[in-house]
């Protein structure tokens, strides 16, 4: 809860607030830049109007008026990226008490931007990926790839995960091995938490990549993911870590865990070599461990019709949203994934 000292530097500095705990989230200088750019940018709008107003006072259709002039000037994807920002930063507001509402929720219904912040990108139809994913031969790098596709997680996210976080019912090799409670009664099944942060420690090893889900998810695990999985860990390197990290480097920093950066390099050296990366390209054209992402959310929800469980699998629903599929994970999460997942091996 905020003291009365924070409340009053809040309300006097909401987007200063705001930037600082994104600092003490982990959030990078980077991203938190990007934040400050866009907040201040819409307080000066706010500002301007005929009408000016404050941001604790701005409404949903200030918020609209601000989205629609966007839309003269920037893409899609861009206007859907301004307006997640302005999301997250009343949501976070609202959250600790600072402000009443988020005008910005009504405007998010209609603008879904989970779902529909990538831009326009290459489609890649199923069986040229089930090419793509059968000419790798590495077990580390094929493991590295099919997890990305059939889990729809970040490059960070999958670099976080350790041994704990994977359950699988018939596996020798992890056989004994300590799981997370969360999984015990789920067998088959990945656990991404939202906890790790950059400079975070998270089961007793500082973490050099950020978690962005907004909440814990638990995602199944098929039986081709699964096999994939065990291949990788019948000749996974003794890791240097006792967090026991799940993908750890086969090369120079031999039994190091793996880094967002060594992951994207093995991306884009087999997409290359399928013409599917261009020095220069843009999202449009190049295949990086973010289009995987693309890759599930548009398949997956294709064949599901489900955007609830999605989302719920990407991450990217609110606490309300979480808890009612994580009440019926067993019954509908894994049944309606299992159903509707593609073969990609």
Known sequence: MSSDTDAVDASEDPVGYFLDDMTYHGKTDRTREYYERVLREFESFLDSGARPVGLAEAT???CMAYVHGLRDEQSDSTVATYASYLHRFYAYMNQVGTFEENPMALVM??????????PQRREIPIPAMRSFVRDIGHPLERAVVVTLLKTGMRAGELCN?????????ECAVTAG???????????????VSAEPARGAVVNGEERTASNKRKRDTTVPVDAELGDVLERWLAVRPDPRSTAEPLFTSTSGDWGKRLTPDMVH??????ARDRGWYQDGGDAAQNVTPHYFRHFFTTHLRDRTGDRGIVKYLRGDVAQDVIDTYTHEWGDRVRTVYDEHVYDIC
């Open 60 to 62: 949903h259709r200030d």
């Open 109 to 118: 219904e209609e603008m879904d931007e989970t779902i529909d912040t990538d």
């Open 161 to 169: 995960l350790d041994v704990r976080d994977l359950h699988l019912s």
């Open 177 to 191: 091995t300590a799981i997370r409670p969360q999984l015990e009664e789920r067998p088959d099944s990945l656990f």
């Open 265 to 270: 390099h093995v991306v884009e050296r087999h």
